[in-house]
């Protein structure tokens, strides 16, 4: 499975951002698998900031909830993160990830390449 992140930048504060996620692999159907977005810095633990499942709920962090929006493309097998009022606190390496919602929590599989974000303030 390979996951193809793209979409960052820099941005100042109070801009925005779509990062996109491409999916291939001979024995990956991207309509059947949930997905999500993570970020990291620096010596810090990869953050969960969005998630979607495969029937297209999503949810988000409260960090990020009502700023970003994660959404997806089947027909492109395309993952989508809207990314608006950005804080410089919102700079990271943004990584995609196919994986599986239960309940409420979200178990990772496959990792993309990350994307840099860097909001400037």
């Known amino acids: 499975v390979q996951l193809q992140a793209s979409g960052g930048g820099l941005v100042q504060a109070g801009g925005s951002l779509r990062l996109s996620c491409t999916a291939s692999?001979?024995?990956?159907?991207?309509?059947?698998?949930?997905m999500a977005w993570y970020r990291q810095t620096p010596g810090k633990q990869r953050q969960l900031v969005a998630t979607?499942?495969?029937?297209?709920?999503?949810d988000y962090p409260d960090s990020v909830k009502g700023r970003f929006t994660i959404s997806r493309d089947n027909a492109k097998n395309t993952l989508y993160l809207h990314m608006n009022s950005l804080k410089p606190d919102d700079s990271a390496v943004y990584y995609c990830?196919?994986?599986?919602?239960?309940?409420?929590?979200?178990?990772?599989?496959?990792w993309g390449q990350g994307t840099q974000v860097t909001v400037s303030s």
């Open positions: 990830n196919a994986g599986t919602m239960k309940g409420v929590y979200y178990y990772p599989r496959y």
């Open positions: 979607i499942t495969s029937g297209g709920n999503t």
């Open positions: 692999g001979s024995i990956f159907i991207f309509s059947d698998n949930d």
